[in-house]
């Protein structure tokens, strides 16, 4: 891999270059911007549509909702365990940061030490928008979207190569996917559980909804009462 980037030729490090290049003629404020944005703002949108996402599912309640918890949840363990999985893939192929092969790159972030292959950022952000779309296709698009304009920033501060991003996508679709099946067995009967508490129903379906099937059971109940009350009667 580290062979591949010394090569000028080599189509990753001409994308490298191109999409790098757009930071020089970019406003300073345009840079510092996506920046920030690479660095931590990607990753704090991933976060905030799964905490969207499970607003909406709490909002909405139904029978089918510890599910839909379980799989918000394995979105924050999926990316957790992406990242475990790429450390010894990086001690493995020990692949350089871009700009200590190549001269010329506009490096937006300093202070990156350690190894290029396979970025973290497009690691944790694709396992968190495909396991959000295995739980909702609408919040799973759109983390998706972030994770793809994550990985386009990695490559536009000069800090990974283009197939450091690839990587990363496919590693954290891998790892949301292939162990999707086992993390709901274990996560499902496990917030259907906490759902069985006070907070945990609360965090689950919401008061709003446990209070209306509150309501509803005690109609039924007063109902079957009447019932056997007209039948004692007569």
């Avoid at 917030?191 to 709003?208: I, S, Y």
Wanted: aromatic content about 8%; glycine content about 12%; hydrophobic content about 50%.
């Amino acid at each position: 891999m580290a062979g591949l980037a010394e090569s000028g030729s080599n189509p990753d490090v001409d994308l490298l270059y191109d999409i790098n290049g757009l930071a020089k003629d970019a406003p300073h404020w345009f840079d510092r911007a996506v920046e920030y944005v690479g660095e931590y703002g990607l990753l704090l949108a991933s976060v905030l549509l799964v905490v969207w996402c499970w607003w909406s599912v709490r909002r909405r309640g139904g029978e089918h909702a510890a599910g839909s918890v379980a799989a918000l949840v394995w979105a924050p363990l999926a990316a957790g365990i992406a990242v475990l999985v790429n450390v010894p893939i990086r001690g493995f192929v020990e692949r350089p940061r871009p700009f200590r092969d190549h001269q010329g790159l506009d490096v937006l972030v300093s202070g990156k030490t350690d190894f290029s292959f396979v970025s973290d950022h497009a690691t944790i952000t694709m396992a968190m928008g495909v396991a959000l779309f295995v739980a909702n296709r609408r919040f799973g698009l759109a983390g998706i979207a972030v994770a793809l304009l994550e990985g386009f920033c990695r490559v536009y501060m000069g800090v990974h190569y283009p197939t450091d991003v690839v990587g990363g996508f496919a590693l954290g679709t891998a790892v949301a996917l292939l162990l999707s099946p086992m993390a709901m067995a274990l996560l499902t009967p496990v917030v259907k559980a906490v759902e069985g508490t006070a907070w945990g129903a609360w965090l689950v379906r919401g008061r709003g909804q446990r209070g209306a099937e509150a309501v509803v059971a005690e109609a039924r109940g007063e109902e079957r009462a009447s019932v056997e009350e007209r039948d004692l009667a007569a």
